[in-house]
Structures are given as structure tokens and as C-alpha cells.
């Protein structure tokens, strides 16, 4: 089917991508990450003297609330936002209502990406002293994705690929490639499924667009969540998408007619074509990448490429090989492995250069989901590019050898080896269950936020409050990783007043003791608070014991375990 040139530049391609990949990957710096929070006013555990009139939250691209996860929690636990939050590009607004008194004060949010992903945290600040008893996060009501929801939208966003095969692969097949004499009906049944499907999902993908950012259930949106959460490109896109499908429904006919469609016909079908493609990257993580035009395109190609090829093998497995005679497939066979090997070097060339503009470097490839996600994806293309080279292998006999016995007629006047046909079948099954597959893991990335923007999202500051007889004191360390670090220790009574304490000691060992006790010299700035400046360096579980002499007789001291991060 494909000749050893063929085979060798098909796998020099696919090496070279690789190693392309690869020297891409340990040059690259990481890009930006977006949709990440960069600062907050007042920053996050900052100490005032009196509560701000507004909070103001600056992000890496421009966002848009969802104001009803938008709360500000008091020190009396009642939320004391004053209106409704605003956007302006990358700042939130959070305006004040009140002053609720000296403690800890709780913000917690939740805003729509770009990229049409949900953004959610909270962080705190304190006026007077911190809260010993502060607000917690489940006070505020912030909620991540609801897991049913998130489910759905994969499973959606799976039948609009398994759509868009069923829809790509057989129409070209009609366009370009049909035997005369077969009936044009079963491909003009899979690409109206096709069309089915991608209609179905898109309209699915709309109206849980609106749970999934509002943080609800499945049912729990109301309307003016789904129309916040459309009110950006998303919405937009899917819209179109709608509208090509429609004019793809349309013009249809000239497809299933016996003639085949005119040039004509297939112009405007590939102009509506390349509008559709256009609508998943336009919506998605390609739309807002550090190289826009590049991610566009590629996202595009890489579509395209996987309806041509996997659309291909589901009209060779349900129709041509069980109907084609002998002379057909010989026909048709080459042309399709032409189409089968560019598609295939179109989707690797395409997926290594999403994989380094969304990963940019090894780290993220590995500690990130979304990096995790690649590496399931690359191998199990690779796992299916093995069982499509066997396929290969089966039609490289002479097509009488190869593809007689497929179900259809053959002259009875030759005389004819017997075929691999049931081989060849059984192969393209396979191949078309594994990309089953790497199609569930595709679904799967588009609601991963990339690996780039997870690896450079700030670390989540860590605070605990630990009790003796004597007092109770409170420990803030950020960001807990591993070099340096900021700690605030405040001590309060046994009644949860402040404390004051004569003199503070701290020290930190790591779990393992594979070095002594470190020594952490704090600065008193009240008579009831603390701070340092500790270095850890190393990562893992760190023993942190906190001593407090309250009298020349009154000392007690608490230890904590901490895990520090890389």
C-alpha cells in the first residue's frame, strides 16, 4: 500500500518530530501562564489598620466574574461585599460594604478565563491582628467544577470528535474516492450522524458551559449563568459552529447524487469547513496561547487531519472492505494510504507543536496533569501507529493478492490468491479502538487548564493554628516551598485575645533528619507577632516546633509537620 520509500520518509518524519519535540522542550523557557492571579490589594495576609473600601484583584489576562462566587467573609463571618464585583481586562473590582470590624477578612472568587476555563481561590488579609478563630473557605460557598458536570461536558465534547470523524472521513470519501458502483447511502448515513452528533454536542457544551463556570450542578445554573458564561468567545464560536452545520446539512445533496458534487459544491463546503475547524481553537486554549496564530492554525490541521484519517478507516471497516471488489480496492486503497500517511504526519507535526507551546518545558510535562495528559496521548499514538503499520504491511502484497474476498465480486476469469481481508479488518478495528481512546484523552485536555499556566500559578500560602494550655499561636508560611520563605507567627490566650510573649523561638528539622535543626531567627514586631524569614533547602516534610516564653516560669512549645514544596 505504501511503498519502502514511503515508509522510511513517513518514519524519518515521525523520528524527527520527536526529536524535535524533545530539543524543543529542553530549550524552552516556560511561556506566561494566564488565567492566574499575579496581585492582590491589599496583598494576601497583609496587615491594616483599618478595612479597605475595595479589594482589588489583578490577573495575567483579562477575565470576566461570576459574581455570585465573588464574597467577601468578615471576622464575624457575614459577608460584607457592598455591590456587585467589576471587570476591567485583567482587574476585579470587589467593592466594600461595611466595616466589619478587626480580624481576619476572607475573599474568595471565582472568574471566566479567556480560554473559557473557571479561575477560583481566595486569599486573606487582616485589619488590627488576624482572626484565631478566622473564615473559612466552605463559609464563603466556593465551589470547584461539580465532578457530574465536568463528566458530562468530556463526555459531549467526545461525541462532537467522534461527530466530526464520522462527518470529515466520509465525506471526502463521497467527494473524491467512491467506487460507481456502490450506493452512496450508508457514507450519506454516517455523515448525517455526523452532523447529529456535532449539533447535539455543541448545543450540550453551550448550556453546561454555564454550570461548569458557575460552579453548580448539573441543573443548577440559572439563565443568567449560562448567559454570563457565553457571553464571551465561547459563546460566539459555538454559535458558528451551529450555523456551519447547518449550511453543511444543506448543501449535502450534490454529495449522495450517483455524479458526486461539482467542484462548485466543493468549494463552498471546503470554505464552511475551514470556518467550523476554526471554531475549536477559537474557543479553547489555542485562542489565548503565547503564539495565537501558530496555535490556531495547528489546532485546525490537527482536527482536520484525525477526521481524514480515523473518518477513513470507519469507511474502509463498515463499507468498502465489506463490498469493493478486487478491482476497486485496488484502486482506492493507494490513494487512501497517501491520505492516511500525510494526515498522520500532519497530526504529530501539529501535536508536538501544541505540546510545546502548552507545556514549554520537561517539568511541567511530568508534574501537571495536563502534561500527564500529553504523555498518555503521545503514547498511545504511538501504540496505534504500530498497529497501523501492520495494517500497512497487509495491502503491500499486489491488490489481487491483498484485498480479494473482501465481499464484493471478482472477475471470475482471473485467478486469485487468498486475501488478508479478515486481518486487514481486524487491524483497522484496532486502530480505531485505541484512537477511541486517545479521542477520551483529547476531550479530557481541553478541560485541563495547560501545564504552563498550572506550573507557574502561585503557591497557596500555608497557615495553621496550634493550641497548649498556655496560648494558642497562629503560623503562616508562604509559599512553603523549598529557598525562601515568609513566616508570621501571632500568639493569642487561651480566650482567643492577643498574647504577649517575652521572648520566641523557632526552629525547623526536616522529618527524615537528614541535617540538624535549623535555627530561625524572628524579628518581634508587636508584642504578639512575629516574623522570619526561613529558607528550606530542600523539599519534603519539615518539623516545625515553636516555642513561647510568656513569664520568667510560663514556656510551652507545639511542633507542626509541614510538607514543603519544590
Request: aromatic share 6%.
Amino acid at each position: 500500500m505504501i511503498g519502502r520509500g514511503s515508509r522510511r520518509f513517513g518514519l524519518g518524519v515521525l523520528v524527527g518530530v520527536l526529536l524535535g519535540f524533545a530539543f524543543a522542550l529542553v530549550g524552552a523557557s516556560p511561556a506566561a501562564a494566564h488565567a492566574t492571579l499575579a496581585s492582590t490589594d491589599p496583598p494576601q495576609n497583609q496587615v491594616l489598620a483599618s478595612a479597605p473600601d475595595q479589594i482589588t484583584l489583578t490577573f495575567t489576562e483579562a477575565v470576566r466574574p461570576v459574581p455570585a462566587r465573588i464574597k467577601v467573609i468578615g471576622p464575624d463571618r457575614s459577608v460584607v461585599n457592598g455591590g456587585s464585583p467589576t471587570s476591567n481586562g485583567t482587574k476585579l473590582v470587589i467593592p466594600l460594604g461595611r466595616d466589619a470590624g478587626k480580624g481576619t477578612y476572607l475573599v474568595t472568587f471565582r472568574v471566566i478565563s479567556a480560554d473559557s476555563h473557571p479561575i477560583g481561590g481566595s486569599f486573606v488579609f487582616h485589619v488590627g491582628a488576624p482572626s484565631i478563630d478566622p473564615p473559612q473557605e466552605g463559609e464563603a460557598a466556593v465551589t470547584k467544577a461539580d465532578p457530574a458536570v465536568v463528566w458530562a461536558l468530556g463526555a459531549v465534547r467526545y461525541l462532537g470528535y467522534v461527530g466530526l470523524v464520522l462527518l470529515i472521513g466520509p465525506m471526502l470519501f463521497l467527494a473524491r474516492l467512491w467506487p460507481a458502483r456502490l450506493s452512496r447511502r450508508v457514507p450519506a448515513k454516517l455523515v448525517a450522524t455526523g452532523l447529529g452528533l456535532l449539533a447535539f454536542s455543541t448545543v450540550a457544551e453551550m448550556y453546561l458551559q454555564g454550570p461548569y463556570t458557575a460552579g453548580t450542578g448539573l441543573f443548577g445554573a440559572d439563565a443568567d449563568a449560562i448567559m454570563n458564561a457565553l457571553g464571551g468567545s465561547y459563546g460566539t464560536t459555538h454559535t458558528v459552529r451551529l450555523g456551519v452545520l447547518a449550511a453543511i446539512a444543506v448543501l449535502l445533496r450534490p454529495f449522495v447524487r450517483p455524479q458526486g458534487p461539482s467542484t462548485i459544491d466543493l468549494a463552498v463546503v471546503s470554505f464552511f469547513a475551514v470556518v467550523g475547524l476554526g471554531t475549536w481553537p477559537l474557543s479553547g486554549h489555542a485562542g489565548v496561547s503565547p503564539a495565537p496564530a501558530v496555535s490556531l492554525v495547528a489546532d485546525a490541521a490537527h482536527l482536520a487531519s484525525m477526521g481524514v484519517w480515523l473518518g477513513g478507516l470507519v469507511v474502509l471497516v463498515a463499507v468498502l472492505l465489506p463490498k469493493a471488489n478486487a478491482r476497486e480496492l485496488g484502486a482506492i486503497l493507494p490513494v487512501w494510504s497517501n491520505w492516511a500517511m500525510m494526515s498522520v504526519i500532519v497530526l504529530s507535526l501539529t501535536g508536538v507543536a501544541q505540546a510545546i507551546i502548552e507545556v514549554a518545558s520537561f517539568g511541567p510535562l511530568f508534574d501537571t496533569r495536563y502534561g500527564r495528559l500529553v504523555l498518555a496521548k503521545v503514547a498511545l499514538l504511538a501504540l496505534v501507529l504500530v498497529v497501523a503499520y501492520f495494517s500497512r504491511r497487509l495491502v503491500l502484497a499486489p491488490a489481487r493478492k491483498a484485498l480479494v474476498g473482501a465481499g464484493g465480486p471478482a472477475d471470475d476469469d482471473e485467478e486469485l490468491d487468498e486475501p488478508p481481508v479478515k486481518p486487514l479488518r481486524r487491524s483497522i478495528l484496532a486502530e480505531l479502538a485505541i484512537t477511541g481512546v486517545v479521542l477520551a484523552v483529547a476531550a479530557a485536555l481541553v478541560q485541563t487548564p495547560p501545564a504552563r499556566s498550572a506550573a507557574d500559578a502561585p503557591p497557596e500560602p500555608y497557615s495553621v493554628t496550634l493550641s497548649t494550655d498556655l496560648y494558642r499561636v497562629r503560623m503562616e508560611l508562604d509559599p512553603a516551598r523549598t529557598g525562601g520563605n515568609s513566616m508570621h507567627l501571632y500568639a493569642y490566650n487561651p480566650n482567643g485575645e492577643p498574647q504577649t510573649v517575652v521572648e520566641w523561638t523557632v526552629t525547623a528539622t526536616p522529618a527524615d533528619g537528614s541535617i540538624d535543626a535549623l535555627d530561625i531567627p524572628l524579628l518581634p514586631v508587636t508584642a504578639d507577632h512575629a516574623v522570619a524569614e526561613p529558607t528550606f533547602p530542600t523539599a519534603g516534610d519539615w518539623d516545625i516546633k515553636i516555642t513561647l516564653r510568656l513569664s520568667d516560669i510560663d514556656q510551652a512549645t507545639v511542633t507542626q509537620r509541614v510538607r514543603i514544596g519544590d
